[in-house]
C-alpha cells in the first residue's frame, strides 16, 4: 500500500512538472513576442535585445520540469521494479 501511496505521488508530480515545462514555454514565446515589440532600431534597441534571450523565465523552467518529469518516472519506476 505503500508503495502504491509513493507512485501516486510521483504521478501527481510528474504532472505539475509537465505543466511547469508547458508554462515556462508560453512564457518564453510571449517574452519574445514582447522583445519584437519593445525593439526600437533607431534607438540602438538595446532593451529589446536583452529580452530576446529570456533565459532565467523560460529555458530554466523547460529545463527543470523536464528533468523534474523524468526524474519521477524513474523513481516510479524503480518503485514498481523493486
Known amino acids: 500500500m505503500l508503495r502504491l501511496a509513493f507512485i501516486a505521488q510521483n504521478v501527481l508530480s510528474l504532472g ?7 508554462y515556462s ?7 519574445r513576442s514582447l522583445a519584437e515589440v519593445r525593439r526600437d ?3 540602438g534597441d538595446a ?4 529580452l530576446l534571450d529570456p533565459s532565467i523565465p523560460g529555458t530554466l523552467g523547460i ?5 523534474n518529469a523524468l526524474g519521477h518516472v ?3 519506476a524503480l518503485l514498481i521494479a523493486v
Open 47 to 50: 532593451e529589446g535585445t536583452l
Open 74 to 76: 524513474v523513481f516510479a
Open 25 to 31: 514555454q508560453r512564457v518564453r514565446r510571449e517574452l
Open 63 to 67: 529545463w527543470g520540469g523536464g528533468a
Open 16 to 22: 505539475t512538472a509537465i505543466v511547469l515545462t508547458i
Open 41 to 43: 532600431p533607431v534607438a
